[in-house]
């Protein structure tokens, strides 16, 4: 009986990741990984069955757990056994070299070796099986449910688009841009936990909803979120995004400048770099420099598109930048953000 059996207590982050595996949008990672593939995945980018994969998804614990292979174990959310997880591995982390591998970092200044350390250097590997799946939101879809709404719209090619934070013009052009390029664009915003200076999650998916409702073509823009934490790993992290995004129904991806980056840890474009050395995913990766406001072209405008004598006038978009000017009480140029999203964006400072 579950009641009788060892238990482990999860956060937030686990609850997230047990449910993702659960219904496939990791495939093709099915449980929480054994020693061998979270080495193989952060040494090599690949599964021991050689599928691409760039992130471990680790089930980690402060201290040693007295269960091994053939037990199974009832995790806790919140005191309530929310799921099984049936063991084929127990192992301890080395997780500087974890971290160094997937990061590229051991710094704890980096938001997501942070969290790798302060979740314990004990780690469970196995299958999962949902006991109780938690509440979802209205816009929160299984890699299915987002599958059959593209079938139902006729969509056989769709850009999706990753995003942290509320849209600024920059996000605006990328969305627009994968509309000129396939039938739809699915807006996927991160809704697990993020970093303190990011917006919280429902402002943006106000801004997003705003933003849908009255500038962009409702029958071909759908925002959808994707309930997983970020990682700010870069290079690996943009990999492992366009790996779920397939998973959802995706056919093409953006990837922009400094995609999952965090502080000065990476170099701007390693994440267009690194899909040079995988093989094809099964997605296409659409690349994207910088974005930024030009008044003499007139406008948003790239690096591809705006001639190199403007670089002096160019505009730089940052999010950061809105969030310094609204937290000074000083209303950002419209050339950074729609004026209408304002009200929104002030709420989340």
């Known amino acids: 009986m579950v009641e009788t059996l060892p238990t482990l207590a999860i956060g937030e982050d686990e609850r997230l990741d047990l449910e993702n595996l659960a219904t496939g949008a990791f495939a093709p990672v099915r449980g929480f990984m054994t020693r061998e593939e979270a080495l193989s995945v952060a040494e090599t980018m690949r599964l021991p069955t050689g599928e691409v994969w760039t992130i471990p998804i680790l089930l980690q614990a402060p201290e040693k757990l007295r269960v091994g292979p053939g037990d199974t174990v009832a995790l806790l959310y919140q005191g309530e056994r929310v799921a099984l997880l049936h063991v084929t591995d127990a192992y301890a982390l080395d997780l500087r070299r974890l971290a160094k591998e997937v990061f590229g970092t051991e710094s704890e200044a980096h938001p997501g070796v942070a969290r790798l350390y302060a979740k314990g250097p004990y780690a469970l590997g196995g299958k999962v ?12 879809k299984t890699p299915e449910e987002a599958r059959a709404h593209f079938r139902e719209r006729g969509w056989r090619t769709v850009v999706a688009f990753q995003t942290r934070n509320a849209p600024h013009r920059a996000h605006e052009y990328l969305v627009r841009l994968g509309l000129e390029l396939a039938d739809g664009v699915l807006v996927h915003p991160i809704l697990g936990a993020k970093k303190a200076d990011d917006f919280p999650t429902e402002v943006v998916l ?10 962009l073509p409702q029958d071909r823009v759908v925002l959808f979120g994707l309930a997983t934490p970020m990682r700010y790993a870069g290079p ?11 998973n959802f129904g995706a056919t093409h991806f953006l990837v922009g400048r400094d995609h999952a980056g965090v502080g000065d840890f990476y170099d701007p474009y390693a994440a267009h770099r690194i899909f040079d050395q995988l093989p094809p995913l099964g997605i296409e990766i659409l690349r994207v420099g910088a974005v930024f406001h030009c008044p003499l072209c007139g406008g948003i405008a790239s690096e591809r598109t705006c001639p190199e004598a403007h670089r002096e006038k160019r505009l730089s978009i940052s999010m950061s930048k809105v969030r310094a000017l609204l937290r000074e009480g000083k209303t950002p140029p419209p050339e950074l953000v729609r004026p209408e999203l304002l009200p929104i964006l002030r709420q989340g400072v």
């Open 129 to 140: 099986e949902v006991l109780k799946p938690r509440a979802r939101g209205p816009l929160e």
């Open 206 to 215: 106000r801004a997003y909803e705003r933003l849908l409702r009255e500038f």
């Open 236 to 246: 690996k992290e943009a990999v492992f995004h366009a790996l779920v995004r397939k």
